[in-house]
């Protein structure tokens, strides 16, 4: 999709720049949220998080063009007072804080609840009471299984969209028992979202609610023993871009036959820019109250599939060759402990943003080949030498 600037409205009038506190504006998507506004837009970021390396390019220098634009707050929103005032001063703020890499769900349930609902009580509770808008990430996993992977595996209603789609206003939340820990983090996604729900309903709480279809893209979660804990689990883009890098077999997950819809990173920023674009249009009403999915419906591969493009995309752009055995099998207890379920299928229905936000214009061609290539030259380019520098330490004991 094609980049847009954000700085006039529909009738080229300059747009009235405002103020986003933006919560979790060192992660992944928070980064690239915060390159886009800006490169793009005259607005101001109160960039809040426990870290700021991967926003660090745009906090330094004093001469870079959106000096003064973008402040950081290294603010642990489990515990400082400082929060309430920073929504205060903004006209709208956004919350990606969370634990959301599946790998804790089952093995830190505790803290993945903590983070996901009783960490962003008080960010609810604070816009609420301040009259200001919230614009909340939830996940797609919080519809869980689908209804079509509950029937036998030849039944041919697994093949009918009705029974795989997932409709924002339609699909029930399917989770599996208690002790599948896995169903921590999307039982308190929903239990967020129904809570800014209520609060709208309720409260007169203006908000949006974003359930982001598998994401990826640079600076994707962490490279384990690189920038990252030895012993931690990213998601599946890190793990197998970890594997290709350190040259040992992609590990598929019980066979790797799950399915999912991956987007780019920086069409899926577009949609949230719409919904920002609308308050700052002053025509909140498109996104108000409203819950978005975003992904690419178009753009479905099995996990197995994902792991072969990686595997031929990588030797592409590292020029080396493909590993004799380049997958290997590995049960889920063994990868991911105790607990451990997993969604079958995420196709994202579309028809809610494409009809409120989509007259600002929307098309997403299926590009896995490009976003792999642009995703895995970045990763080769930031993290060769580095692995290069592990090998070498470990060949000289
Ligand atoms: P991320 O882990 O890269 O970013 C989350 C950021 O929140 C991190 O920088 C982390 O340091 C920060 N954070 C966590 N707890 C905090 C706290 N207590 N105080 C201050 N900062 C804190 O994850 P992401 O991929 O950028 O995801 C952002 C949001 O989108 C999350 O809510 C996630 O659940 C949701 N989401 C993302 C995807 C995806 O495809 N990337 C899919 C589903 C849902
Ligand atoms: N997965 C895998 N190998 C890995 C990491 C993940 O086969 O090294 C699988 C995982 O079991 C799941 C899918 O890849 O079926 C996507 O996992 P991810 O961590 O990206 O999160 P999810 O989409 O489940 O939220």
Redesign the pocket.
């Known amino acids: 999709m094609a980049s847009k600037t954000y700085r006039v409205d529909l009738d080229g009038n300059p747009i009235k720049p405002i103020t986003i506190c933006m919560i979790g504006a060192g992660g992944f998507i928070g980064s690239h949220l915060c390159e886009k506004l800006m490169s793009e837009t005259p607005h101001t970021v109160l960039a809040v998080d426990v870290y700021n390396d991967k926003i660090k390019h745009l906090l330094e220098p004093d001469s870079l063009p959106w000096a003064g634009r973008i402040q950081f707050h290294r603010i642990n929103i489990k515990h400082d007072s400082r929060l309430e005032g920073l929504i205060k001063v903004a006209d709208l703020t956004i919350n990606l804080a969370a634990i959301c890499?599946?790998a804790d769900y089952n093995t830190r349930p505790l803290d993945t609840i903590y983070s996901n609902f009783i960490d962003a009580l008080p960010v609810v509770k604070y816009c609420s009471e301040n009259n200001k808008r919230l614009i909340h990430f939830s996940a797609c996993?919080i519809y869980g299984k689908t209804i079509g992977s509950f029937l036998p595996k030849d039944h041919p209603l697994r093949q009918d969209p009705e029974f795989y789609v997932l409709k924002e206003d339609v699909s029930p939340c399917i989770f599996g028992p208690i002790e599948k820990q896995r169903w921590s983090y999307a039982c308190a996604k929903q239990l967020i979202e129904r809570l800014i729900y209520s609060d709208g309903a309720e409260n007169g709480l203006e908000f949006t609610i974003v359930r982001p279809f598998?994401w990826i893209g640079p600076r994707m979660d962490f490279f384990p023993g690189v920038d990252g804990p030895s012993e931690g689990v990213p998601?599946?883009?890190a793990?197998?871009s970890n594997n290709l890098l350190r040259g040992e077999p992609?590990?598929?997950?019980?066979g790797?036959q799950?399915q999912?819809t991956f987007i780019y990173i920086k069409d899926a920023i577009e949609t949230v820019m719409l919904m920002i674009v609308m308050v700052s249009l002053q025509n909140p009403a498109r996104a108000n109250g409203q819950i978005f999915n975003v992904g690419n419906p178009n753009n479905e591969v099995t996990?197995k599939q994902l792991a072969e493009m990686m595997t031929e995309v990588y030797c592409k752009v590292s020029g080396e060759p493909s590993l004799e055995v380049p997958t290997v099998d590995v049960s889920?207890k063994e990868?991911y402990g105790e607990g451990y379920d997993?969604?079958d299928k995420r196709i994202p229905d579309m028809t809610v943003i494409n009809r409120q936000l989509g007259s600002l214009g929307m098309v997403w061609d299926c590009w896995q080949v490009d976003l792999l290539e642009s995703t895995l030259t970045y990763q080769h380019r930031t993290y060769a030498e580095a692995f290069h520098r592990i090998n070498i330490k470990h060949d000289s004991r």
Do not use: A, I, M, Q
Not at 250 to 254: A, E, G, N, T
């Open positions: 890499t599946p996993e598998n998601r599946v883009l793990c197998f992609l590990k598929l997950v019980d790797g799950s999912r996990v889920s990868f997993d969604s």
